[in-house]
């Protein structure tokens, strides 16, 4: 079975431009969490949706948005990029059972620079 | 306000000897703990967890040891292999809830 999928690998983007990063989770799974990863720190909650909704958000400014499609795919979003923004983003997916703990598998990631 | 915390940076062990990676945590919400193992260019892949009703939990040669009253766990490799060179992340999570906030992370280099 495939894991979970990013694209794309790596990007390069200036200061101010729009970036669109794209996540496919592992098959049977339907919730996704996007995350930040800053070089030298541990990845930062972003996001997760299940079933196209929104579950949670961590404190990250409303230049960034993401969705979720119909197949459980997903897209993070972030406007008007800033030299801050260079990091890696990662996507983790799960299956959300109810009444059991439900561990994440993280996609390799999209490397973002900013200049 | 760093909620989960790792103090040592980097970590050097023989093969063949006992790895100790530790973690700390401030938020009480926290009841399920996690770490995960990251090699270069590769997402964090997920190596054992414990939940707060536990103070123990064994997967082969890895242990994770947690003291809820010292808002403390650790990660015990024994005996440590060349390829668990890598840096470790400490994550935590509310029960249910599976946003992760992870530790700065461990980087544990095994000499041969």
């Known amino acids: 079975d495939a894991g979970v999928t990013q694209s794309p690998t790596h990007l390069i983007k200036t200061r101010g431009q729009q970036v669109t990063l794209r996540c496919s989770p592992i098959?049977?799974?339907?919730?996704v969490s996007w995350y930040q990863q800053v070089l030298g720190q541990g990845p930062q909650f972003i996001f997760q949706?299940?079933?196209?909704?929104?579950?949670g958000r961590g404190n990250f400014p409303d230049r960034f948005s993401a969705r979720q499609f119909p197949n459980y795919s997903s897209e993070l979003n972030v406007n008007a990029l800033l030299l801050g923004d260079s990091a890696l983003y990662l996507c983790?997916?799960?299956?959300?059972?109810?009444?059991?703990?439900?561990?994440?598998?993280f996609g390799p990631g999209t490397r973002l620079t900013v200049l | 306000d760093q909620q989960v915390k790792q103090n040592s940076p980097s970590l050097s062990v023989q093969e063949g000897r006992i790895s100790i990676l530790n973690c700390d945590y401030t938020?009480?919400?926290?009841?399920?703990f996690l770490w995960y193992k990251k090699y270069p260019a590769e997402g964090p892949t997920f190596l054992i967890s414990?939940?707060?009703?536990?103070d123990k939990n064994e997967d082969g040669r890895f242990t994770v040891f947690l003291n809820k009253s010292a808002k403390h766990l650790s990660l015990h490799i024994v005996p440590s292999q060349p390829g668990d060179s890598a840096v470790y992340f400490c994550?935590?999570?509310?029960?249910?809830?599976?946003?992760?906030?992870f530790g700065t992370g461990t980087r544990l280099t095994i000499i041969p």
């Open positions: 983790a997916s799960t299956s959300w059972e109810i009444g059991t703990y439900n561990e994440q598998f």
């Open positions: 098959s049977g799974h339907k919730s």
């Open positions: 949706y299940y079933e196209k909704e929104e579950r």
């Open positions: 938020n009480s919400m926290f009841d399920y």
């Open positions: 414990i939940s707060s009703i536990k």
């Open positions: 994550a935590a999570s509310p029960f249910g809830n599976e946003k992760l906030t």
